[in-house]
C-alpha cells in the first residue's frame, strides 16, 4: 500500500523554530494535514494544504509542500512547551479517507 | 458540546467475546470513519461509510464488522474479540470528502483491552 513516513523523534528549546518532516508515496493525495496528539487525548486538527499548493501559514504554523518530492513540512515558530505532543503528517484520497504516519514525538525543553 | 460522541470510553473483555462501539454524530455528516490507534503507530482506517445504508472497508478490516442503519450512527462491531484487537478506536465524522467545508472531526477515542 501507500506509505507516509515521518521521523520519530525532535528535540527542540522553547522559543526555537519546530520543523518536522513527512514523505508520502500517494501522487493521487488530494489534501495533506498536519494532526497534534496530545497525551490520552484525541487527534486535533492543525492544518491542512491542498496537494496543488506549494506554503500554507496559519499563525505560528507554516506547511511547506514538494509535491515533486513528496515532502511535507511543518514548522512551528517560536515553540512553547506547551506544543510538546505527538505530530502527525496524513494524506487523503478522494474519498476523504486518511492514511497516517506512524508520528513525531516533539519534546520542548526550557 | 456538539460533535462526535464514541460509547463506552473504556473496555476490558475477555478473548472470544463481542461487543459493539458506538459513533454518533450530530452534525449531518455523510461521511463516517472508524480508525484504530496502535502504540508506536498512526491511525489505521478500518471501515469507512459515505452515507446511510453504506459501509467499505478500509486498511484493516478483518475482525471487524460495521452498519450504517441511521445516519447519525456508525456501529462498529467485533463479533470475537482477539488480544490483537487491543487498541485505542478512535471514529471520525465529516460532512464531504473535502476538508474545505468542513475538516474530518474526531471522537475522543474507545480504548479496548482484550485479555
Known amino acids: 500500500g501507500e506509505d507516509v513516513e515521518q521521523s520519530l523523534f525532535l528535540s527542540v528549546r522553547e522559543g526555537d523554530s519546530s520543523v518536522i518532516n513527512c514523505t508520502y508515496t500517494d501522487s493521487s493525495s488530494t489534501y495533506l494535514y498536519w494532526y497534534k496528539q496530545e497525551p490520552g487525548a484525541g487527534l486535533q486538527l492543525l492544518t491542512y494544504i491542498f496537494s496543488n499548493m506549494d506554503m500554507k501559514q496559519d499563525q505560528r504554523l507554516t506547511v511547506l509542500l514538494n509535491k515533486k518530492d513528496k515532502h511535507l513540512s511543518l514548522r512551528i515558530a517560536d515553540t512553547q512547551t506547551g506544543d510538546s505532543a505527538i505530530y502527525f503528517c496524513?494524506?487523503?484520497?478522494?474519498?476523504?479517507?486518511?492514511?497516517f504516519g506512524a508520528g513525531t514525538q516533539v519534546v520542548v525543553t526550557p | 458540546n456538539a460533535g462526535v460522541t464514541q460509547t463506552p470510553k473504556f473496555r476490558v473483555l475477555k478473548t472470544g467475546q463481542s461487543m459493539t462501539l458506538l459513533c454518533a454524530q450530530d452534525?449531518?455528516?455523510?461521511?463516517m470513519y472508524w480508525y484504530r490507534q496502535d502504540p508506536g503507530m498512526g491511525l489505521r482506517l478500518i471501515h469507512y461509510s459515505v452515507g446511510e445504508g453504506t459501509t467499505a472497508k478500509g486498511e484493516v478490516p478483518d475482525g471487524y464488522n460495521v452498519s450504517r442503519l441511521k445516519k447519525q450512527n456508525f456501529l462498529l462491531g467485533l463479533e470475537s474479540a482477539a488480544p490483537s484487537q487491543t487498541s485505542v478506536y478512535f471514529c471520525?465524522?465529516?460532512?464531504?470528502?473535502?476538508?474545505?467545508?468542513?475538516?474530518?472531526?474526531f471522537g475522543d477515542g474507545t480504548r479496548l483491552s482484550i485479555l
Open positions: 452534525m449531518n455528516h455523510e461521511y
Open positions: 471520525a465524522s465529516s460532512y464531504e470528502a473535502s476538508p474545505t467545508n468542513q475538516p474530518q472531526h
Open positions: 496524513a494524506d487523503s484520497d478522494s474519498w476523504g479517507k486518511l492514511q
